[in-house]
Every structure is written in C-alpha cells, then in structure tokens.
Antibody, heavy 121, light 107 residues
Framework: QVQLVESGGGVVQPGRSLRLSCVAS????????MHWVRQAPGKGLEWVAS????????YSADSVKGRFTLSRDNSKNTLYLQMNSLRAEDTAVYYC??????????????WGQGTLVTVSS | DIQMTQSPSSLSASAGDRVTITCRAS??????LNWYQQKPGKAPNLLIF???NLQSGVPSRFSGSGSGTDFTLTISSLQREDFATYYC?????????FGQGTKVEIK
C-alpha cells in the first residue's frame, strides 16, 4: 500500500533553515509528480510546491518562492523541501502528497501524516 | 490566481440527512476540481477527482458534479463517520488553490 512518511519538522527561530523529507513506498515513486501542502494551525490547506516525476519541472507558491527549494532523489524514493529564511507565517503542518496518476498534475491522492514546523523565537 | 469559494462555511446535520456543499471558482476551470475530506488531526483524504469521479475506496454516498465555475459535493445519506471538514481544490492552473473549507457538524 502507498505510504508517505514525512520527517524533519521541529521548532526553529525566524531566519533559520530546516529540511523536510518524505519517504515514499508502495508505488513507483519515479513515475509520479509530488507535492507539498501545508496547513497553519486552525486554518485551511495551502499548496506550497510541486515537482515533476523526474525533477525537471518545479513550481512553488509566491509565498515561499526564493526561500523554499524542492528536490527529489528517485534512487532513494525521497522528496525534500529545503526551507530557508523561515518566518513566523511558515508555521504549519507540512504534508507531502502524491500525484494521482503519472500523466496528471495537481491532484493529490495520497498524503503523509504531516510534520509540524514551528517558527518562533 | 484562481479563487475558490465554498458555501456554507459550516453546517449542522443529522445522520441520514442529504448534504450538499457548493464550490465556486473565480474563473472557469472546466472539470479540474477535486474534493477532500479532513478529520481533526488527520491528513486530507481525496474523495472526488475531476469533478465527478469517485476515488477508489470512497463510499458511493459521496458524489460530485459541475463544470466551469460551479461545483457540488453531495453526501446522499450522512453517516457518523462523515462529520469532518471538506475542501474543494482546483487543478486547472498553478498555483493550485483550495476553498476555505466546510465543516460538517452533528446537529
């Protein structure tokens, strides 16, 4: 069965960095685009970034552009989110999500359990 | 960016009720609309993709309809396990955007 397991969250001071990881299993990781979606405490869902199956195409929300970098290692079935210059408003649960089928874009059929990032001094 | 607006923001219903949630896009998104269910402390769960396609494993009491700018999620007979927050999301263009959510509560 499909599993997505995020890690790397924690408490970090404003301006510092953090790297999130998402290890995938149960499907052909290298065939699917992958995504990060976040949810601030008590708030709704916000798309953060997406990467194509081969890493050749990457997109991110304006709110994180220039600060967050998305990458993947298909040999390790792992997705990464490097978060730099963190701000208080980046505080959220970060979910990685799988694209539903290899030929589509923007449809999140499986989600990890989430990892909490708290940016606070 | 495409804005997604759900209505109502919350509703109270009883088990067995028929429930309808509406999602409106700020511009036409054809049929590129997904619905998710989220329970407290859990990750979202895909219910409906491409406006009307039931995701594998999702009970048939859930259905979706619509195209263009107006979409509907219907739960034909609400079950206790359906009390949750529901989100619509457009996959027409980046940035992918979600509605603000509709919380379905027990009456």
């Amino acid at each position: 069965q499909v599993q997505l397991v995020e890690s790397g969250g924690g408490v970090v001071q404003p301006g510092r960095s953090l790297r999130l990881s998402c290890v995938a299993s149960g499907f052909t990781f290298s065939s699917h685009s992958m995504h990060w979606v976040r949810q601030a405490p008590g708030k709704g869902l916000e798309w953060v970034a997406s990467i194509s199956h081969d890493g050749g195409n990457k997109y991110s929300a304006d709110s994180v552009k220039g600060r967050f970098t998305l990458s993947r290692d298909n040999s390790k079935n792992t997705l990464y989110l490097q978060m730099n210059s963190l701000r208080a408003e980046d505080t959220a649960v970060y979910y990685c999500a799988k694209e539903i089928v290899s030929a589509t874009w923007g449809n999140f059929d499986y989600w990890g359990q989430g990892t909490l990032v708290t940016v606070s001094s | 960016d495409i804005q997604m607006t759900q209505s109502p923001s919350s509703l109270s219903a009883s088990a067995g009720d028929r429930v309808t949630i509406t999602c409106r896009a700020s511009q036409s998104i054809s049929g590129y609309l997904n619905w998710y269910q989220q329970k407290p402390g859990k990750a979202p769960n895909l219910l409906i993709f491409a406006a009307s396609n039931l995701q594998s494993g999702v009970p048939s009491r859930f259905s979706g309809s619509g195209s263009g700018t107006d979409f509907t999620l219907t739960i034909s007979s609400l079950q206790r396990e359906d009390f949750a927050t529901y989100y619509c999301q457009q996959s027409y263009s980046i940035p992918w955007t979600f509605g603000q959510g509709t919380k379905v509560e027990i009456k």
